[in-house]
């Protein structure tokens, strides 16, 4: 262990923290954690496992009668955590008000001052903007329009600075505003394409092809069986972008949703003259040159990735942001697509959909905020009910290891389980641990066992070299991981770690008591191409929550970035 995490642990162990706390406090404060947290032991916050009853008894361990409910230092941290609190839930920003009425809901004696206190130590930052969309005024009646107060929002600086600048980029690219081709010539290109590769397009697609070419930003909405589709439109942007000589590029947000669309290409041409690439390997070539970039599944992508993708755009370039809205937002703080196409900054196309097989069926029904019973004669789509939470971890084990290698010829390696909670005994670590004990026994991390990186993306974990581990993704790349603690089990995943990846098979699980929406469902039933089991252990309350839970409301500021540009 190194001197600076001795030194965190020896701090810790003053206050009556847990040593273990010293790597994570040591990757969030930097170097010289142990000195900030000896100044100041409400640091301790800033790690989303410790509470505020937690960081209060450690302080009154830690500083005596120095430790005070007013203190500055324990008012500013309070403020943060808020924020902290909210930026998981997606929330790029709070209301200044609310975030004033949420600090004084700790028991802060003045809640304005520690929000005031935390935006002079930069944990928190302050936006203003006015949106003003006075539609009602009528300049022939005389007079000047109201100029509305603004609208402050308070963020981490991080998350608030990522969102503005995706702002500032989008509309960069907003401005440049000069098509590829012209409408007649978008129009023969893609009627050359559907000749060249041999299928046909839904009218809907032809028009927003010829979209996506004259216009800068494009949100591509789509639906539950839009993958064939999507493989087509890839095919002929990729021969826009080669007869414009402009370059394309396509990326998905993980290696597993990358290496899906590229077999749907492939089977459309044998041998794809385009690659699509998981957006993670896109942005390690940044800045790219591509006149047109496309990002699928872009409803799985928040507001600080989507930053890091168009500000790698060049000038001039086309965006093209396909996306399923009824999907749930992204696991990240912010709602990209969302925001850019209630903006309306951008242009809004729809992709056609295919003839809808079960799963998309039954998705739709969700969609509508129902649960059907749909028919599915290729056994694309079951419902398996459980009495418990125990039983439904017991039916999705039996499911990858048993039921769809016997039944449908998909080994456990091209399924995945979906879980609507993290822990509890239907939870993505209890069916980790029994998932690993039936697939690769074994304690700790060893060479073979499923795993996610930091980034999202899936693979099998090749071994260990020079205290970094190599990880082999879905499309057959390997990766170095630098730190192997960041590294989680992943045969089965929560809703928001599956969202922006695809799989031939996924077990969906609902465990008791789970806080059912119309999203969550929706988001990870569309994770399967091939085939999807829905394990129902929520003792009859899907259908009302799919029903009444229509929506994951966020507060996000992008809108307001780009109508104010």
Known sequence: ????????????????????????????????????????????????????????????????????????RRSGALAAHVLRRAAARGHTAVEDKRLITMVGGLGVPDPSAAVAAAEEREDIVLFESTDDTDDDFDPAEGGVPEVPDPERHYALPDVGRSEQRLGEQLLRLIGGNDPIMDSATAGETVEAATGTYGFTLTDATREALVTATLRPVTVLRHGPSSLPELARAVLCLHMIAQDSRVGLAVAAPTAQAAA??????????????????????????????????????????????????????????????????????????????????????????????????????????????????????????????????????????????????????????????????????????????????RLNPGRGFGSGDRVMTASGDQGYLRGFAEGSAVVELADGTRTTVPDPASLRHAWAVPVAAAHGGLWPAVAVVLPPETPVSRPQVYTALTRATRHVSLVDATGGALEPGVRENASLERTTRLVSVLREG
């Open 1 to 72: 262990m190194s001197e600076a995490a001795e030194q965190v642990r020896a701090v810790l162990d003053r206050m009556g923290a847990p040593p273990a706390l010293a790597p994570s406090l040591l990757s969030v404060l930097g170097p010289h954690a142990a000195s900030g947290l000896d100044a100041d032991p409400w640091l301790l916050l800033r790690l989303p496992q410790v509470s505020v009853e937690q960081a209060d008894y450690c302080a009154r361990r830690h500083l005596g009668d120095r430790a005070r409910p007013d203190d500055p």
């Open 260 to 437: 899906a669309l590229q077999q749907a290409v492939a089977e459309l041409v044998p041998e794809p003259p385009v690659r699509v690439v998981s957006l993670a390997a896109l942005l390690e070539r940044a800045p790219f040159e591509s006149g047109l970039v496309v990002l699928t599944e872009a409803m799985s992508v928040g507001a600080a990735r989507a930053s890091e993708l168009v500000s790698s755009c060049t000038d001039g370039a086309h965006l093209v942001l396909c996306a399923d809205p009824h999907q749930a937002p992204s696991a990240s703080p912010g709602q990209v697509a969302i925001d850019v196409a209630t903006s309306r900054t951008a242009h809004v196309a729809r992709l056609g959909e295919g003839p809808a097989d079960p799963i998309a069926e039954l998705a739709a029904g969700v969609a509508a905020g129902e649960v059907p019973d749909v028919q599915a004669p290729g056994r694309e789509v079951v419902r398996v009910s459980a009495s418990s939470a125990e039983e439904a971890a017991h039916r999705a084990v039996q499911l990858v290891t048993d039921s769809f290698p016997r039944a449908l010829g998909i080994d456990p390696e091209h399924a995945q389980v979906v879980t609507a909670r993290e822990e509890g005994p239907a939870g993505a670590q209890a069916l980790n641990a029994a998932f690993k004990e």
